[in-house]
């Protein structure tokens, strides 16, 4: 059985979004202060690095092998990038690495878009 194309355009985007997740998280600003310390800006950055390849994991289980359950587990997730985003935004304005969360958020949103409609349904199990 082939892939259906919106599981094709799914998986796409969801990794490009990932790509952007990484780019971000490589721009961020890693200047020690007060309130930071080396040491937990390094463990910000591998939590981070961590949370990308999990993510990955699961656009690869939902697309791959048909599951179904980590397509919502991406969904409570963009709505948590959300969230976050809109309080990073609130606090400091709009700088490079929240300019490109922006876009890796909406690049999730028409990917899982596309895993919820068209020719994707029904190819999820349960």
Do not use: H
């Amino acid at each position: 059985m082939s892939v259906p194309s919106n599981v094709r355009r799914f998986e796409a985007l969801l990794y490009a979004s990932l790509m952007l997740d990484a780019l971000s998280v490589a721009v961020q600003d890693r200047t020690p202060n007060a309130e930071m310390t080396e040491q937990m800006i390094m463990m910000a950055t591998m939590l981070a690095g961590g949370m990308i390849l999990l993510l990955v994991y699961f656009v690869w289980l939902a697309a791959r092998w048909r599951k179904n359950w980590p397509r919502w587990v991406l969904a409570a997730a963009l709505v948590l990038s959300v969230i976050s985003l809109g309080q990073i935004i609130g606090e400091k304005g709009l700088e490079l690495d929240s300019v490109i969360e922006i876009v890796s958020c909406v690049l999730t949103a028409m990917g899982l878009y596309f895993s919820f409609s068209g020719d994707a349904q029904g190819w999820f199990n349960a």
